[in-house]
């Protein structure tokens, strides 16, 4: 069975860090590309980044370019979000997603979110 | 890259069928076979329920259906049941960042 767990979510002051990880089981991670994907509360779905298999490919929405990397450890099945800088509208729960083998492939198992909220 | 353009809401009877548009551009929706559609009830995960416009994982009832014309795609949904009450996303593959989303649809079934 597929899974994705994400942990490392919590409450963080504005400008502080905060990483979130993917644990991954049920299928072999290093085949896949892999999202990260958050919403904020009762907003839509916004698409944050995507890193290939590999890990020689990434690409960031603009709202977090700069200030976010994706990374993963394809040995221990994990993804990573780094978010540095945090604002206030980064307040979201932060969903990873499994892609395919191409990065246009859609997202067919999701994890169940973690929230992350920043405030003083 | 704005976000795809979908109807903040659409309601139906249980047995109607409703529909979804999905509004784009040259460069995400009419450029690519590439959209997906996703169902997410309150407080879930989203779930995959129409990929490349008009397919189906396997799992999804067949009463939801894709499509696509020029730079609008559309999600079918026949036979309307209580359960399909939900917010539902498209998602489309584009040149400029990869992936964008669409603002979200809520379905009120009445």
């Known amino acids: 069975e597929v899974q994705l767990v994400e942990s490392g979510g919590g409450l963080v002051q504005p400008g502080g860090s905060l990483r979130l990880a993917c644990e991954a089981s049920g299928f072999t991670f290093s085949s896949y590309w892999m999202h990260w994907v958050r919403q904020a509360p009762g907003k839509g779905l916004v698409w944050l980044s995507h890193i290939n298999s590999a890990e020689t490919s990434t690409t960031y929405a603009d709202s977090v370019k700069g200030r976010f990397t994706i990374s993963r450890d394809n040995a221990k099945s994990t993804l990573y979000l780094q978010m540095n800088g945090l604002r206030a509208d980064d307040t979201a729960v932060y969903y990873c997603?499994?892609?395919?083998?191409?990065?246009?492939?859609?997202?067919?198992?999701w994890g169940q979110g973690a929230l992350v909220t920043v405030s003083s | 890259q704005s976000a795809l353009t979908q109807p903040a809401s659409v309601s139906g009877s249980p047995g109607q069928s409703i529909t979804i548009s999905c509004t784009g551009t040259s460069t995400d929706v009419g450029g690519y076979n590439y959209v997906s559609w996703y169902q997410q009830h309150p407080g879930k995960a989203p779930k995959l329920m129409i990929y490349d416009v008009s397919k189906r994982p396997s799992g999804v009832s067949n009463r939801f259906s894709g499509s696509k014309s020029g730079n609008t795609a559309s999600l079918t949904i026949s036979g309307l049941q209580t359960e399909d009450e939900a917010d539902y996303y498209c998602?489309?593959?584009?040149?400029?960042?990869?992936?964008?989303f669409g603002g979200g649809t809520k379905l009120t079934v009445l």
């Open positions: 997603a499994r892609g395919g083998n191409y990065n246009w492939n859609p997202f067919d198992y």
């Open positions: 998602c489309s593959y584009t040149s400029a960042t990869s992936v964008v």
